[in-house]
């Protein structure tokens, strides 16, 4: 009896700390951004996932690390056979922004998480244009038996990677349609399976 006993209370043990780590799906992955202008319409475009894995445990994600390739970055919200759109994106690309010929990549580092009414609120590192940050945000997690998927909306303000282009708190000439905001949004949305 003693023996049952004991190796019912070690499966519960093994269980209540057992963790999972699951590999981010690029193609079923998504990371939108958007920036918005001082006055008058931004833009926005997406970025293609590389790779990435999300540890969870006891429904925490407690680790993980997520890639994209910068050379994908686009723009969505003007016409693709317009010059305007091939102009921006190499804008973008050029050292004004995310000078992707010298860092291609572009990730974010889960270090910890705790939950919260609405999901989790998860901490960690967030690295492009050559820098690194400490980010926090809220993230709506949902797990099954094979599949974890989270949805988050990051606003992130680009001067701390020093993404200065536009801002006013850097060229203070600029004024009305010329300024762009220091704080763009992320909306990200991973699809990961064991």
């Known amino acids: 009896m003693k ?4 190796l ?14 699951y590999k ?13 202008k001082e006055i008058g319409a ?8 590389k790779n ?14 997520i890639i994209v390739d910068m ?3 686009s723009v969505d919200d003007i016409p693709a056979d317009k010059d305007a759109n091939g102009k921006l994106v190499g804008h973008l690309k050029s050292p004004d922004f995310f000078n992707v010929a010298k860092n291609p990549e572009a990730k974010i580092v889960i270090k910890k998480a705790e939950k919260t009414a609405k999901g989790q609120k998860l901490t960690g590192d967030l690295t492009f244009n050559g820098k ?3 980010v926090t945000f809220d993230a709506v997690v949902s797990e099954s038996k094979n599949d974890l998927t989270t949805k988050t909306d990051l606003l992130v303000d680009r001067t701390k990677w020093d993404l200065k282009y536009s801002s006013k708190n850097f060229f203070k000439d600029l004024a009305g349609d ?5 704080d763009f949004k992320l909306e990200v949305n991973l699809k990961a399976t064991k």
């Open 3 to 6: 023996l049952i006993m004991g």
């Open 42 to 49: 931004g833009h926005d475009g997406k970025v293609a996932v």
């Open 71 to 73: 050379n994908t970055i």
């Open 132 to 134: 690194t940050n400490p």
């Open 178 to 182: 010329r300024i762009i905001k220091n």
């Open 8 to 21: 019912t209370m070690l499966a519960i043990t093994t269980v209540s700390f057992a963790q999972t780590t």
């Open 52 to 65: 990435g894995s999300l540890t969870v445990k006891d429904g925490l994600i407690t680790s993980g690390e």
């Open 24 to 36: 981010v799906d690029p193609k079923a992955s998504t990371v939108r951004w958007v920036a918005y």
